[in-house]
């Protein structure tokens, strides 16, 4: 095998515009190939990454925090000095003890018996959307129902009024895609004294979304109903509350990934459905696939194109040197379509089994909180779209956003088949 260092010089994982055309594949087969564990440069500031592409591999740095980090850097690739590091952690860029401590306070309100109490609200939410697209016959799948589920479930269980459902999609969009033209952050509506580079994603939207959970928080510390937002204020383990910064962290996390992630799996979700009718057909035919057909789903749109750690101490993978400071990059994509795990893994199955995907990460201690969450949303939304015996179609060009983070989507034009 010839140098990888000369042979793979020219894949580019991290240009925004290459992944707003397309899902970086045909790289990604050739890294697993050719230099799984590969060393990929970036421009300054940055200092480059490993790029981890194979699926046990993912797993193997996920499942070793004592080593792979999330607290010594960010989980994104940006590298910012320490005190920004501080200002903007969050469970999520945390280690134990304190990554321990702040999961226990928001475990209890996502294991599955406290999400299926929202059952009822997230089937009649996409059992309305669902009427309210296909009465217009031609629609967008992402602005029409893709992106208000997600929404206004979350609103409803944090106990956010609905009505700023809009405004939360806009800064969530503005924190997670500040490579997109269409989302461009408003820097001008920081008040002064306030540097982006201490905001979570460098975005202003993140301020605004601090601001904003903070004065529910105030409201829910005098008047505490039984939503979320009054259970982060006053819930308490070892006698401890979050302090605000960790509560507003925390609000700002949960709008961010309980948003996003979802509506991008809807989007991909149906898009795959559209393109292989006969899967959809044999959902129908066979109801009992519902729980592996969610699962295909996830695995397919891997909404969460990566996580990064960083190492903790000089350390060895598949021979690769990696040293203590070496940001390292699990590319959730890539690993989700390894064909060392996946049998032809560009086919989208609904019958697949095993299917043990890493869309909500390689199973370590932050293993996605949301994720009973989201699979709820996705078996309901399809369950109503089957009660409704409904069929789609592509109706015009797929819109990606243009993020190396987000395998996001901003339009999808469907309509109605005959
Ligand atoms: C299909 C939808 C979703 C996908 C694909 C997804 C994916 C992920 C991934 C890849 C991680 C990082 C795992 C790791 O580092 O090991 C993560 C973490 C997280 N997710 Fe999700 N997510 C989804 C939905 C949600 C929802 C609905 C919520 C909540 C409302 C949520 C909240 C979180 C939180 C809070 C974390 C950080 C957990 C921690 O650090 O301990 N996610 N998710």
């Not at 066979?286 to 996830?298: N, T």
């Amino acid at each position: 095998m010839a140098s990888p260092a000369e042979d793979l010089s020219h894949v580019d994982l991290i240009t925004p515009e290459r992944w707003e055309e397309r899902v970086l594949h045909d790289e990604f087969a050739l890294l697993r190939h050719e230099d799984p564990v590969h060393w990929h440069p970036e421009s300054a500031p940055n200092h480059g990454f490993w790029a981890i592409t194979k699926h046990e591999d993912v797993v193997a740095v996920s499942k070793n925090p004592q080593v792979f980090s999330s607290g010594e850097g960010l989980t994104m690739l940006e590298e910012v000095e320490p005190e920004s590091l501080e200002k903007r952690r969050s469970l999520i860029d945390s280690d134990a003890p304190l990554h321990q401590h702040l999961r226990r306070v928001v475990s209890p309100l996502f294991t599955p018996k406290a999400i299926n109490a929202h059952e009822a609200f997230a089937r009649a939410t996409a059992a309305s959307l669902l009427d309210a697209a296909v009465a217009q016959g031609e629609f967008d799948w992402v602005l029409d129902v893709a992106e208000p589920l997600p929404i206004t479930v979350l609103l409803n269980i944090l106990g956010v009024p609905p009505a700023d459902a809009e405004q939360m999609i806009t800064l969530s969009n503005q924190m997670i895609a500040i490579d997109d033209p269409d989302y461009a952050p408003d820097y001008d509506s920081l008040p002064p004294g306030i540097d982006p580079k201490d905001l979570p994603f460098g975005s202003p939207a993140s301020y605004h979304v601090f601001e904003y959970g903070r004065q529910i928080g105030e409201e829910r510390r005098s008047h505490p109903t039984d939503d979320l937002v009054s259970r982060l204020i006053h819930s308490e383990v070892d006698g401890d509350r979050l302090t605000e910064l960790e509560y507003c962290n925390m609000f700002q996390i949960l709008i961010l990934a309980g948003n996003e992630t979802t509506r991008t799996t809807l989007t991909h979700g149906m898009g795959a459905f559209i393109d292989n009718p006969d899967q959809l057909a044999l959902l129908r035919e066979r109801p009992e696939l519902m729980g592996a057909a969610v699962e295909e789903i996830i695995r397919w749109a891997t909404p969460v194109l990566y996580m990064r750690r960083t190492a903790l101490s000089d350390t060895e993978l598949r021979g690769k040197q990696i040293a203590e400071g070496d940001k390292v990059v699990m590319w959730y994509m890539s690993a989700n379509y390894d064909e060392a795990v996946f049998d032809d893994p560009h086919a989208f199955d609904i019958t697949r089994d095993p299917n043990p995907h890493l869309g909500f990460g390689g199973g370590g201690p932050h293993f996605c909180l949301g994720a009973w969450l989201a699979r709820l949303q996705i078996r309901v939304l399809l369950e109503e779209l089957l009660r409704r015996d409904l069929q789609l179609e592509s109706n015009g060009p797929v819109r990606r956003v243009r993020s190396n983070f987000v395998n996001g989507v901003k339009s999808m034009p469907v309509r109605v088949a005959r």
